[in-house]
């Protein structure tokens, strides 16, 4: 695997190093040892799915407050994805700032999400399945949410947003 830090610190896009052959290939997409090189909790508790059978379909974006803040290692398994991290640490120097990775299950490239950032996704084609690891188990009392339209953040969104959940639609302006 290969790791680029991105812009906000803890963000990495990390891409596979297949090994080709006749066959096909093989990639690791996880390694304790090199995760833990780049500083990253390698910890993993908790692995899940989304999804989505529209294109258009926004879920996000979402993170959990302490102590069960979690580091989210994201890959788009079928379909496509605009994915998106969003650093909603008030003492980090990009605070408010976010970074979008196009994962598709052709690029096969993932992002890892820090603590104590918030993380969502549109998707760019229909019947779109996500697969996301986590280091902490997901906790409802906890869990917290940013609209995916504030303008705090003037988040670029490529396409229209054509589905999203009530609970997404109806957060709050942050800072309040």
């Known amino acids: 695997m290969t790791f680029h830090e991105t812009?906000?610190?803890g963000a990495f896009e990390i891409y596979l190093?297949?090994?080709l052959?006749?066959?096909g290939f093989f990639a690791r997409t996880w390694c304790q040892k090199e995760f833990e090189s780049h500083g990253l909790n390698s910890r993993l508790v908790q692995c899940s799915i989304s999804f989505n059978t529209r294109k258009g379909t926004l879920r996000g974006i979402h993170y959990q407050a302490a102590p069960y803040e979690e580091i989210k290692l994201i890959r788009c398994t079928r379909g496509a994805v605009y994915d998106v991290v969003l650093d909603v640490r008030p003492?980090?120097?990009t605070f408010?700032?976010?970074i979008a990775v196009l994962l598709t299950a052709e690029n096969r490239h993932m992002v890892c999400v820090?603590?104590?950032c918030a993380h969502g996704f549109l998707t760019l084609e229909n019947e779109t399945e996500v697969f996301y690891q986590m280091t902490e188990v997901y906790n409802a009392e906890?869990?917290?949410g940013v609209r995916w339209d504030d303008p705090a953040f003037q988040i670029a969104w490529p396409e229209k947003v054509e589905v999203i959940s009530q609970r997404d639609r109806s957060y709050p302006d942050f800072g309040r």
């Open 21 to 23: 052959d006749e066959r």
């Open 96 to 98: 408010k700032d976010w």
């Open 17 to 19: 190093e297949p090994k």
């Open 142 to 144: 906890f869990a917290r």
């Open 7 to 9: 812009k906000i610190s």
């Open 91 to 93: 003492q980090s120097p």
């Open 114 to 116: 820090p603590r104590g």
